[in-house]
Nanobody, 112 residues
Framework: QVQLVESGGGLAQTGGSLRLSCAAS????????TQWFRQTPGNEREFVAG????????WYSKAVQDRFIISGDNAKTTAYLQMNALQPADTAVYYC?????WGRGTQVTVSS
């Protein structure tokens, strides 16, 4: 089983940047892909970005395409989400997920 811990959240201004990290432990070598999701109060958790470890293939939601970049280290121990050109609509708790495991999330707040 994989355990995940997110970090890097905080407060940013509109147009600013933040870099989130998702640290994995446990059976990391078995990871197929890691995905980032976000959730705001009263709303469903929504997909943000994903990375396939074997090929490096990445995919994004339309809301963050061309602004966010997902990446990871070769050991599959850490996935990153570089968030650029942040907007107030990006305010949410961000979660990473892999192998049916979820982290506890990290809060991102973007001020206008």
């Amino acid at each position: 089983q994989v355990q995940l811990v997110e970090s890097g959240g905080g407060l940013a201004q509109t147009g600013g940047s933040l870099r989130l990290s998702c640290a994995a432990s446990g059976r990391t070598v078995r990871q197929y892909a890691t995905q980032w999701f976000r959730q705001t109060p009263g709303n469903e958790r929504e997909f943000v970005a994903g990375i396939m470890w074997s090929t490096g293939f990445t995919w994004y939601s339309k809301a963050v395409q061309d602004r966010f970049i997902i990446s990871g280290d070769n050991a599959k121990t850490t996935a990153y989400l570089q968030m650029n050109a942040l907007q107030p609509a990006d305010t949410a708790v961000y979660y990473c997920s892999s192998e049916n495991a979820w982290g506890r999330g990290t809060q991102v707040t973007v001020s206008s």
